[in-house]
């Protein structure tokens, strides 16, 4: 049972145009809302978080919108750059243990100059 | 380095034979968790420890995957009788004691069974 759907698969996004990728969760116990990047041959890394007493958090040119009724939330980069290129992946957890983390199937994001 | 390392980087294997990956945390940090991310999928939890013992293997697909970590610091993944179905990157992960941490991953062990 896939418990975070993440869309889109790829995309491919202009330098300097904003890049969007949706997530979805069932699980209303998750409470923690991280959003991982990783490069080829790379772990993933930690990129921004949100939990969901706020609807939104920006840091720098990433955003989360967070919608807790529908249980979604999206990730936003604006002026995208070609350094930006990678793959994303939403995920979701229960605080207040451990980090057992459930992502998503990820969104390989190319920004072409 | 100050990083979460893990060897080996790749591991080809035949079917049926018995593998071990290492991981070596950061300094310092008492939670190490094993992941397991297959080709164009996220990872996906196998193991957790606190300490010594393994708080929770509930994602360990069967029996013959088996982590342990005897001293608290490094943690090795046992896969017995590998199978083609195994081949994987293989991402361990640590973080400090306490909740709502950031893990820190390592870049994995690519695991191809053959």
């Known amino acids: 049972q896939q418990q975070v759907k993440q869309s889109p698969q790829s995309l491919i996004v202009q330098k300097g145009g904003i890049s969007i990728i949706n997530c979805a969760y069932e699980n209303t116990a998750f409470d923690y809302f991280p959003w991982y990047q990783q490069f080829p041959g790379k772990g993933p890394a930690l990129l921004i978080a949100?939990?969901?007493?706020?609807s939104e958090k920006k840091e720098g040119r990433f955003t989360i919108s967070f919608n807790k009724s529908a249980k979604q939330f999206s990730l936003h980069i604006m002026d995208s750059q070609p350094g930006d290129s990678a793959t994303y992946f939403c995920a979701a957890t229960r605080t207040g243990g451990y980090q057992k983390v459930t992502f998503g199937t990820g969104t390989k994001l190319q920004v072409i100059p | 380095g100050a990083g979460v390392s893990q060897t080996p980087s790749n591991k080809v294997t035949e079917k049926g034979k018995y593998v071990e990956l290492r991981c070596d945390p950061i300094?310092?940090?008492?939670?190490l968790y094993w992941y397991r991310q297959s080709l164009g999928q996220g990872p996906e939890f196998l193991s957790y420890?606190?300490?010594?013992?393994?708080?929770?293997d509930s994602g360990l697909p069967n029996d013959r995957f088996f982590a342990v970590r005897p001293e608290g610091s490094v943690s090795t993944l046992k896969i017995q009788r590998t199978e083609r179905g195994d081949s994987a990157v293989y991402l361990c992960a640590s973080s400090p004691q306490g909740a709502g941490n950031t893990i820190y991953f390592g870049e994995g062990s690519w695991l191809t069974v053959v």
């Open positions: 300094s310092g940090h008492t939670a």
């Open positions: 420890f606190q300490g010594t013992g393994a708080a929770d």
């Open positions: 949100i939990r969901p007493d706020v």
